[in-house]
């Protein structure tokens, strides 16, 4: 099998597809329950809604579903499940017979694959990634009126996703046919793309596509009111001596106007919080597309990606339970065409050689990476 | 006609129903052009898409359609228009036949009924209001990324309509057939209900449904990013010494967990600005039902609701440029069942009795309004 | 003894007065001492220093001395100390000193009237408070980086006092010559002087002397970082159905500029939210006069002062445990100069008679108060 | 002269040393006026109060004093002045007195070297900085309520000065006996100190110093009232395309426990945007020392510390107008010693070894500058 042959496009099938609502949870293999339990729950604060010993359902402040994070123990990190909400029962049946008809690996569970889900799909998709399709599910309370419960940095709402995928444009398409929008993206002047945003429910992303060796997955987020809720995270991170775990930001993004910041679990598995990005509903919201020399893109204030944050990403698992090999990207990659040798970057377009003296040395530093 | 038979059920037509995308602007009539740009331009900021002597079209920071607010100069304050964006322009003519089908006046103007709009329908729709229909708008710049031009308390995006009518029930049934879902409402446990909050996009609301004398407008509201913002506006007003536009607020609804402030415009116009409801976008989010006595429901944190708020509100328009005569609500009103000689409000259910001595003397002062 | 006659001037000691550092810590009596945890540490969020079966010592995030505040098991509600810290040792002998010439009543207590204080001197001072001075005090941890402890509200220091006292001018002549500087007042035209706000510590004040029957506690004000704190406190009250405990606010003041909220405890003491007024450190700082009629200079948005706010307040103590009699105010009192129907009170000055029509009723009302 | 002479100590005067208040306005010499004024007051919103052709007079909302920053348009970008206002007239000569004991280079300028102060002494210092001492000044608008005035990112205060000097421990003395108090430090286990905090005023430092080649400015910086206004600070220079002026951060210090954000302004002289500090006006306040190898001193969320922010600093003028020379730190660098082949850091202390894999390569990185 061949998950990833960037070359060959992804038919459409002529079943239609699912209609799915919004991303609802991620499951993610941990190596050391209690140790992700203390990050996820006592560190970043998500709701336990229900917990055993080989796993833990978690879920953010505002949801009403069983939950958006299933922590499950195992013995290589990776990531079992992108599950999305579809609008009804009968969606879930449309996901299987889309995904028969691409000749996926098709998996129905009635009773649902995890504990609060009921009937449930899931397929290995032509990217190579374990998506889920699912209707049914345990309702649960919405603590959204819950203040006694908030923590500072309190997470609300289930955001997106983002995975690793070495072909942009053919998994744009492919997630097009799947019901998908872009709302935004990267691109050269050559007309590269090195990832794409793209949503169902009218915010900027229900996943994102990030061009590199994949798949694998590169993040899940989850959102806070504002801003202030972001840096207390940072804070009480530090207050544990586990400041270690901030990989990237706190920061405004170019892409999605939104204020960011990347964490990494125990594991290493990528964990974006995030806020107020922009509604996107409108059948022709504009697409905004950034360029990728543009220094603001990824950080409106033009602080530097980290390299590990363009490099490193989780493992994903067929519907085995195996881990997907991956494909390396044929196109440039974006930190290389940004920084380095063969790189640049630039604050004002056509504007490289008025750089101020003392922003300089930074630059070359930048351009050592 | 007798647009509002609080007795008399809305059939529910056979033609479809329009595919609503959401609540897109509202046109209200003005009787100082130049005072009301005072306030909505230089107090709260509003970004002026295009003017001449008889009417300024404003949109908010992240807004990318032509207006979210239509100024019109004329001789009595009121609403032209409450105007929903559709899905496409099929649906405009969806809504056209809808209307005819229930029997609404019922105008087409294919080059719009104002700048910026192209092809629209506009009805007096069964409960009285002008209600507006369209798909083709003229783009302009979305700002979200101009902080340059931000201010303080920057309004972000127009959030929803707020209606006032008399029989509750008989407008969430038409509005439901209209393709609009329930989200939260207030009864009592007689089961009168004395509100209701509808949404096509997936927050709380594109509309509200007040019980009163109707038709009339009770607000329109914008959203800010965050609740400084709206404290920021509040401060602002102060400065200028025109605190008296502040009506009721700021503070946190229990309806909507929002944080809000209410003001009135120059003609008494009442705007809403709101920050941060919740997610409603699955098929089945949960209703949330308030109790009319529940003192929070309104404000979260017990603070009064001030009489002109439940009892004044703009007159609303015919197609003709008339004023619509309204309807006295034959329900009780909530504002004479939770304070008043007749009425009583809770903090804790079943606790009206152990209320701290301190607080007495306000409650009772409550009682004599 | 007569320690409130309001036409006596409090004479000048020859004996320098204590060099006073700042406001360090209020002792409250209070009625149910579980039930007052159960506000202070479990709602609040201040922090136990330590606590025995008949009293709790609590301090806010940013202190390093003993406590802020004492809650002391008792009979009836009162407050038992108002305590300030002296520059040095033999500032506490000064204090002893300038109150015997004074003819006060006072008491020494070489290892401290309370836990976790040393040398302390307690007067009941000639307006009949209860005042401490002390400099000896048991260090603890400063919890200002500790933020795995903070609360979405929480409280990082206290901020001041407020006191009733029947004659404001002769209270501003006694605190100045205690070293006190005013930072601003109200008065009206006439002169009368209806509050003042006295600092030690660069900010708007350490205590301030409102006009009322007096000796009382009108409240004490613990700060938080920022505003959304105060609004999460507000939240938080809601979520846990104690909404009832708040009793003005949250608003912005005009004196001070700072924004505020009041609570009420379960025995009625007041205490106030405070954050971010400004530095007053300057021997020239500017005093700011407000006019008792301006409407925005207890609340900067116009929102009205509940009448409770300015009538209630908590008893005093002697310095042997008894109730301090109370004086009555011999001047005109705010409430009844700004609303009712002896009082007026305006948003803009000179322009009483140009509100908007819908502004109206609510003045009416408030003139009915 | 030679200014710095690391071994030696800096003899306390028998003078009287004069009693500062509080650091008072920079007055920085700017290499092109229109274009230092296009960032500080139309980026960064300072308050004009006077300009001419060859100098423009800022202040920040909340000063009633003439200015907090001076430009003056020159030949090259320098320091002319760190300027203190002390506590009466007679202070000044105090001030004057005190340095000419100390052999210090002493100008008198009964009306003041700069528009709005009057009498003014100014000194090269001991450590070859120009200091100003001045009591005699204009009072102007504080515009702390004009609240019509403020920009997302308003300025409110002058915080503080930052100073870099060869020999800490020398400089720290001599401040000392100026009045300064120090509230924290970064030492190592072999007794070197790398930077220390002093202050008059009650918050952390009206002035730092900074182990390195001295004297030099190191930066001067404004306090915002919330951490909002900081973020809001950044978003606005990504608008303009100057997110190049941003040198590090926005972050949380260690030290200090502000929020903060280094900017470099056209000349590259820096500027510090700082928020919430704590209270540090008692006499025992506790001094707190980090560890220079403490990974969460500079940056609490671990973010590192850009090599320019270290290297870099401004240019600081005798009393004729002449760039002073600098003189090395002889001592280990605290860059050196914590980056880099020769240097180390920690997030927990004695935890180097087990770090994340993930983080691994990020640290390998850090080795690597």
Redesign the interface.
């Known amino acids: 099998m061949t998950p990833n042959t960037p070359d060959a496009t992804i038919p459409t099938p002529s079943s239609p597809a699912p209609d799915v609502?919004?991303c609802a949870y991620m499951e993610l293999v941990v190596t050391d329950l209690k140790r992700s339990r203390d990050f996820y729950v006592d560190v970043l604060g998500l709701v336990v809604t229900t917990e055993d010993e080989n796993a833990i359902y978690l879920r953010s402040m505002?949801e009403?579903?069983h939950h958006n994070l299933v922590l499950r123990q195992g013995d290589a990190a990776a990531v079992a499940a992108f599950s999305y909400?579809v609008?009804?029962p009968e969606e879930v049946d449309k996901a299987e017979a889309y995904y028969k008809e691409l000749g996926s690996p098709v998996k129905r569970a009635k009773n649902g694959f995890v504990t609060g889900i009921g009937d449930s799909v899931r397929v290995q998709d032509p990217l190579g990634f374990p998506y889920e399709f699912f209707y049914d599910v345990e309702?649960v309370e919405?603590l959204?009126?819950?203040?006694?419960?908030?923590?500072?940095g309190?997470l609300?709402?289930l955001d997106h996703f983002n995975q690793v995928t070495p072909d942009v444009p053919k998994a744009v398409k492919y997630m097009e046919d799947l019901g998908f929008r872009v709302t935004e993206d990267i691109q050269d002047a050559e007309g590269t793309t090195y990832a794409a945003w793209m949503r169902r429910?009218?915010t900027v992303h229900d996943t994102a596509m990030t061009g590199g060796a994949g798949p694998r997955m590169h993040h899940v987020a989850f959102a806070t009111?504002?801003?202030?809720n972001i840096?207390?995270i940072?804070?009480?991170?530090?207050?544990?001596?586990?400041?270690?775990h901030?990989?990237r930001g706190?920061g405004?993004h170019?892409v999605s106007?939104a204020?960011y910041l990347y964490l990494?679990d125990?594991d290493?598995h990528r964990v974006e919080i995030y806020t107020?990005d922009?509604?996107t509903?409108?059948?022709?919201?504009?697409v905004v597309t950034w360029d990728v020399h543009d220094?603001?893109r990824r950080d409106?204030?033009?602080?530097p990606v980290?390299?590990?944050w363009y490099t490193?990403a989780s493992t994903v698992l067929d519907l085995e339970g195996n881990p997907m090999p991956t494909v390396e990207r044929s196109e440039t990659d974006e930190m290389d065409v940004t920084i380095g040798a063969d790189g640049f970057s630039y604050?004002?377009k056509g504007d490289e050689e008025t750089?101020?003296?003392?922003?300089q040395?930074?630059y070359k530093?930048g351009h050592q990476?």
Chains 1, 2, 3, 4 share one sequence.
């Not at 959204?144 to 500072?152: E, K, N, T, V």
């Not at 009111?225 to 202030?228: F, L, S, V």
């Not at 509903?281 to 504009?286: F, L, R, V, W």
């Open positions: 609502v919004r505002e009403f579903i909400r609008r009804s309702h919405r959204a009126w819950r203040y006694d419960l908030y923590s500072p309190a609300v709402r429910k009218p009111h504002e801003k202030h840096l207390a940072c804070d009480k991170l530090g207050a544990l001596r586990l400041s270690d901030i990989e706190p405004r170019g106007n204020f990494r125990p290493g107020q922009y509604y509903g409108d059948p022709d919201n504009p220094n603001q409106w204030w033009g602080n980290v390299p590990s490193e604050t004002r750089m101020p003296e003392w922003k040395g930074e530093l990476l």
